[in-house]
Each structure stands twice: as structure tokens, then as C-alpha cells.
């Protein structure tokens, strides 16, 4: 019998410190968003928001190791 070699992805959520860059009286406010790493969750935001990282969270639901 084979077994068929499965890829957990995991996800985290990550929380930025964000303004919006089209806004210039825009207060800092946080962004949060799912991804597998802080560059693919910074390429999701980055158009929108000027980020400063603030955390990043284990997803609910996965396995992390």
C-alpha cells in the first residue's frame, strides 16, 4: 500500500502597525491577515499600507510545529 505524501502548510496570523499610503491624515491602526510567511503576508498588504510588523499568531485549526 503507498501513501501519498501530504504538505501541511501552515498559517499564521500576522498584525501590522499600518497607515494607508493614500491617506495623509490616516492614524495608525492594526492590519491583520492570514499567510503562510511574513513575506507573503506583507506582499497582500504592502500596496494599500506603509507596515511595521507587530506579531505573528498561530492560526486555530492547524498543526504547527
Known amino acids: 500500500m503507498a501513501t501519498t505524501p501530504t504538505t501541511l502548510r501552515s498559517e499564521f496570523t500576522?498584525?501590522?502597525?499600518?497607515?494607508?499610503?493614500?491617506?495623509?491624515?490616516?492614524?495608525?491602526?492594526?492590519?491583520?491577515?492570514?499567510?503562510?510567511?511574513?513575506?507573503t503576508a506583507r506582499r497582500m498588504l504592502a500596496r494599500d499600507f506603509v507596515l511595521v510588523f507587530a506579531a505573528c499568531i498561530p492560526s486555530k485549526g492547524g498543526k504547527h510545529e
Open 14 to 39: 500576522f498584525h501590522f502597525l499600518a497607515v494607508r499610503r493614500s491617506d495623509l491624515n490616516d492614524r495608525p491602526h492594526r492590519e491583520s491577515i492570514n499567510a503562510p510567511d511574513e513575506a
